[in-house]
């Protein structure tokens, strides 16, 4: 069974205050792993796409890699506006649509 | 910019009712999914649909769920007999290919 595991749960920045957020993965055959934000009562929205090991992608001040077992997103000096909570979505398998959400990690940025 | 929508943005029924929640994917989209969130805790993924049929679905997505994508612009989930703990945030995604797009969902309350 496909598992994703993210970390830490919740994370606190000063602003300014680089970190990165980890996602763990183990999946029978990867066929892409995903990040989203999501703010309070929203749907999640798209960040990136990774599909191969060692592939990077970046966007401002965020940068996701991936690893044949792990994904990280790096938050290069943070703004009070990148609070969210962060999803990592996995997915796996041989058929079209098998996919696994980790539980989030919830990032809060204070001036 | 195209964007999947959801209606209602909020559903109030009573228990053993039938409901239906409908989205609108984006419209050059093939690929269709729906997921749901208890309050609290993660995204759990429900169904996938691809060419007018299932193509993954869950152990979550029972007898009591179906999907249909009844003309060119809907996709519908119908849950026939709600219980309590049907009581989540339900959103609809949709992709071209394998990055999903989605919607800002529908809160069901089951009373």
């Known amino acids: 069974e496909d598992q994703v595991t993210q970390s830490p749960e919740a994370l606190r920045l000063q602003e300014g205050e680089s970190s990165s957020l980890n996602c763990s993965y183990t999946v029978s055959g990867l066929r892409g792993l995903f990040w989203y934000r999501q703010d309070p009562g929203k749907g999640p929205e798209f960040l990136f796409t990774?599909?191969?090991a060692g592939e990077e992608k970046e966007k401002e001040r965020l940068k996701a890699t991936l690893t044949k077992k792990e994904s990280f997103l790096h938050i290069t000096a943070p703004k009070p506006e990148d609070s969210a909570t962060y999803l990592c979505l996995l997915e796996g398998g041989t058929s079209y649509g098998k996919l696994t959400f980790g539980q989030g990690t919830i990032l809060t940025v204070h001036p | 910019e195209p964007e999947v929508t959801q209606t209602p943005s909020h559903q109030v029924t009573q228990m053993g009712q039938e409901v239906i929640l409908r989205c609108v994917p984006i419209?050059?989209?093939?690929?269709f999914y729906w997921y749901r969130q208890i309050l609290g805790q993660k995204v759990e993924f429900l169904v996938s649909?691809?060419?007018?049929?299932?193509?993954?679905k869950s152990e979550i997505f029972d007898d009591q769920f179906s999907v249909e994508r009844p003309d060119g612009s809907n996709f519908t989930l119908k849950i026939r007999s709600t219980k309590l703990e049907d009581s989540a945030m339900y959103f609809c995604a949709s992709s071209s290919d394998r990055t999903q797009y989605f919607g800002p969902g529908t809160r069901l309350t089951v009373l």
């Open positions: 990774l599909y191969s």
């Open positions: 649909f691809y060419n007018n049929e299932i193509s993954e």
């Open positions: 419209s050059n989209h093939l690929y």
